[in-house]
Structure formats: C-alpha cells, structure tokens
C-alpha cells in the first residue's frame, strides 16, 4: 500500500487535554495499530506533564518546544531539528510560544489517547 497526505488532508482536530491548547491529526494508521503518523500543534504558550507510552520521532516545522525529563538539562528543538522519545519516559513539555510538527509513533499512539 501506498498513502499520499496533502497538506488540506492534515485535519488536525482539537485534543481535549487539560492545561494546553492543542490539535493533532493522524492521517497515516497502520492496519495493525503498529505505528502512526501524523501532525501535532501546541497553539498557544504552555505547560504539559506526559509520560509516553509509545516510541515517537518527531520533526520540527515550526516553533519550539522543550522536553524536560528529570535527571537531564532541557532539550529544546526547534524548526528542522528532529527528535526521539522513548516509551515510557515521563515528561514536561514546554511550549514557550506554539510549535507545529511531524510525529511517527510506534505503536499508533492515538489507540489509547482519544
């Protein structure tokens, strides 16, 4: 199979998470829930507690975001940086003002957050 996703089929729909304005889309889900890929927004400035239950690699777009994890100096990316977050790592993420990315999750994330 072959899937193309122009960028009018993003289709990022608001996610109701408490504490932070934000969108994603998951235009690309395998069969199998095995992986997804898709697009996120932070929309405004914000704070957000996650821990991931699912690999993610992500690419920068637009904005910044910074990932603390305790132990560790914040990373911050910013457009055309990409990045990886291992399953199970517990999180800050901050959004100093909005950020827009690309986002590969193994396995499809949205299975267990919608």
Do not use: C
């Not at 909005?98 to 193994?106: D, G, I, K, N, S």
């Amino acid at each position: 199979m072959v899937q193309l996703v122009k960028p009018s089929d993003r289709d990022l729909q608001d996610l109701d998470i408490p504490g932070i304005s934000a969108r994603a889309s998951d235009p690309i889900v395998a069969d199998n829930g095995s992986l997804s890929a898709g697009f996120s927004e932070y929309t405004s400035p914000g704070r957000l507690e996650w821990t991931f239950d699912y690999n993610e690699v992500f690419y920068m777009l637009e904005g910044a975001l910074e990932i603390h994890v305790d132990g560790s100096d914040p990373v911050r990316f910013e457009a055309g940086d990409l990045g990886y977050i291992e399953k199970d790592t517990p999180t800050t993420i901050v959004i100093p003002e909005r950020a827009l990315f690309v986002h590969v999750t193994h396995p499809a994330w949205r299975d267990t957050h919608e």
